[in-house]
């Protein structure tokens, strides 16, 4: 203890210090951004003053550089009706310490883990595509990814984060998330379990046309409810992705043609087979002109149009 006359202090006083973040703690488990807060916070009990000193004012200072540093106490008040002051030092030694917040964030803890899996067409572009998409969503919340076989594993502080935030992913991309629980082991006493959210990119894409109730279809939209096309007779629907996720894929956004339509009559709209160049009779399920250039898609050995693209 240094001794003053009116002002009795420690000579050492321990602070934690987080170096990633700035912030102070005096027992390693409350964390505070000001330094005198903490400095304020070790020392409070073991502060000493005579019983004559009154009107109490007391303030304090810190200084400190490279893990040392000073910590002073001021103090304003009276005896016997008259003002004092006094100052006093004490030795601070600041222990780098790295504070609960920043071990989450530096993924020493997760709570759940996002992983982003291809599905068998997809290419290391369109896995990277939704990685980004991912991490521009999560912010800060993502700390750490791991490249895995297949895809990435994104880690997560926070298990309702990693829900929101795949779920998020996944409706953008027109495909669901699988999520499962595990136990994580425990952590302080406490038991922790780890959720997994599995995005699997869809091999479905707009434009697809997908065998749905024993017809072509195309897929016009994606999403939770994807919207589908019958190319027979041009009625279109909502359907489940969950649904959906059988279906054969009959022909991709790419395989269309674009054709000529010779002419229409009762029996349907006749074009010229992208192929051979021949006159065929199609379905018309949706409204063509004579003359008019439209798209069809073959699917097996059959020609469909396909509706007017929306873009025009
Ligand atoms: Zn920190």
Redesign the pocket.
Known sequence: MNSHSLLTVPEYLDLFH?S??D?WSANGKSWLEDSREAAWAGLRHDIFSPDEVENIALEIDVQVEDRAGTVTVILDGTYDGIPVHEEAGIKLRAHSH??Q??SRRSGYYYEAIVQIRGNRDSTPDEIESALERLLAKAGKDATRVEDTRGGYDVYFVSKDTAKQTGRSLADELGTRTVETSSHGGSKDGKELTRSTVLVRLSPFKTGCVVEWHGRPHIIQSLGRSPYLMDLTNGQGGSVNMKDLETARILARPEDPRETVVVAIDDAGTMILDPDTNKTITVLTPFEVEAGGTVRAVRVEERWFLLPPDRTG
């Open positions: 987080c990633k973040c912030n790295v504070c917040d920043c």
